[in-house]
């Protein structure tokens, strides 16, 4: 079988600073493979390209079988990839029902969009006390709840997660990674970018160490937890 | 000396038209941030575009309450196919350039519209006559409404109400709030972000197009010049309300409208200003406005934003 992800040598740039230099890295359907890396190592420069909001210079993203490298950014959701970007971006001048709505935007099933909304405010009410609200007026945290259920409201097949405990409290941070875990035990399959090794990777079946552009480190989420140099670099250890 | 109710009839008259053609300028700003000056000229050729229906597609004599809902039509399409147009060929291949750029080719393309006009439209080197409705004027309470301002009075609110609805409740509506605030984060929801900028030419031309009708009934003509000063007003009540609000720019235009038929109507009885109230100095004030909000309120009254908090 071949893998829901597949990226092969991809290369992307801005203007003449090349941000990924050529990584390869797969992702199986109904696990959670993680990205992790020092700031600016190109995270979200590959989650934005495979999004199609940044073209490549080359290499391959083939999804579900399908090459994305022609597909326009608007159609990539229809094809079943969600992304929550980093920065949260919500929508803030309306509403936390809104913004969840426009997560559904191509969706023409009603009553399943009435579902999946009551199902985002099931896992954070706090979005459906707050549902008539401006979502600029939420907190960073709500924000970032906010981020995570519009993505979902797509039904994805894989959802992309750049830094989702960003800003965070621990307590709010455990509540992410919990949701995240419930996620893939209800069958999403998760490209999770975190800076948080420890967290993600505690959580990942598989993960890849990223450095200037490149994946220096791959493994199954146990063994980086217990890689030497995975430890002393990103888990704050000597 | 009129009395005050019916000075604040015709600036809210005057007004709503300003207010429909600025809805245009503040749709496509809220957008790609790109202040369109040919729409000024958008809302020109829509005032010929009804014209032609009444003179050359409509057979003599057809009674103006049969006419008048087909030259809105013409007007419509007019200026919406000039908008799209617009779009496709001059601005679309200019996104991503330097910002003076595309604001260089609004100008050009808008003497462009008027010296095409000029030039092929029969008789548009001058001043020609539009057709006026039968009737009126119409009374209602202490206030007159004049027999050219009915059409304003009957269809701003029609069509400010269209808008609201399309903006606030509809998908499409939805998906153009979402371009106004975050274009790339649109585009992750499903949005075809260029087709959102398309249907914003479109609808601000429709408005504009109204408004074009609205004013050859108001003052009995069009002419290929119309939609300099015009254009300067209403993008004056849009910058009022504050520049990408729709509502804004419904308030603008009314405040703007109010503020200039006042100031005709009052200026010459405050002492030693008496040569200041006649009509012409009413596009004097009009801009006095516009940079007494540039200088202390230049987002305007409802250009205030939710903080992105960081
Ligand atoms: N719009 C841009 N223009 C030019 N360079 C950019 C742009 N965005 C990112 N870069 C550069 O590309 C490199 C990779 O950035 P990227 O945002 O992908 O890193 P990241 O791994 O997500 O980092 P972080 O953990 O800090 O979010 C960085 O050197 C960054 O400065
Ligand atoms: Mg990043």
Known sequence: MTALLEVEDLRVAYGKIQAVKGISFSVEAGQIVTLIGTNGAGKTTTLRTLSGLLKPVGGQIRFNGKSLKKVPAHQIVSMGLAHSPEGRHIFPRMTIEDNLLLGAFLRKDKSGIEQDVQRAYDLFPILGERRKQAAGTLSGGEQQMLAMGRALMSRPKLLMLDEPSMGLSPLMMQKIMATIAELKAQGTTILLVEQNAQAALSLADRGYVMEVGNIVLSGSGQELLHDESVRKAYLGED | ?310
């Open chain 2, 1 to 310: 000396m009129n009395e005050l109710p019916q000075q604040l009839v015709n600036g809210l008259l005057l007004g709503s038209m300003y207010g429909l053609v600025a809805i245009g300028y503040t749709m496509v700003y809220g957008i790609v941030q790109l202040i369109n000056f040919a729409h000024g000229e958008i809302f020109m050729v829509g005032g010929f575009g009804a014209l032609t229906v009444y003179l050359y597609v409509l057979p003599d004599g057809t009674s103006m309450w049969v006419a008048l809902p087909l030259m809105l039509l013409g007007a419509i399409i007019v200026s919406v196919l000039t908008a799209i147009g617009a779009e496709r060929f001059a601005y679309r291949p200019l996104r991503g350039a330097p910002r003076l750029a595309p604001l260089i080719t609004a100008i050009g393309l808008s003497l462009a519209l008027q010296q095409a006009v000029w030039a092929w439209y029969p008789g548009g080197e001058d001043s020609l006559n539009f057709p006026q409705i039968e009737g009126g004027p119409f009374e209602i309470g202490s206030v007159t409404i004049q027999t050219g301002d009915i059409f304003l009075f009957v269809v701003a609110p029609i069509s400010m109400a269209i808008l609201a609805y399309f903006v606030m409740r509809t998908r499409t509506g939805r998906g153009m709030q979402a371009t106004a605030q975050d274009p790339d984060t649109a585009k992750l929801m499903g949005i075809n972000t260029d087709r959102i900028i398309v249907i914003a030419f479109a609808l601000g031309a429709a408005f504009a197009a109204v408004g074009a009708v609205a004013y050859g009934l108001k003052y009995g003509q069009v002419q290929f010049r119309m939609g300099f000063i015009l254009g300067l007003k209403a993008f004056t009540a849009a910058v009022l309300g504050g520049i990408g609000n729709i509502y804004g720019a419904m308030i603008g235009g009314l405040a703007l409208g109010i503020a200039e038929t006042l100031a005709t109507a009052y200026i010459a009885d405050i002492p030693g200003m008496h040569q200041f109230g006649s009509q012409s100095w009413a596009d004097v004030w009009a801009f006095v406005l516009l940079i007494l909000v540039l200088l202390f309120r230049p987002q305007g009254l409802l250009g205030e934003r939710v903080a992105d908090r960081a």
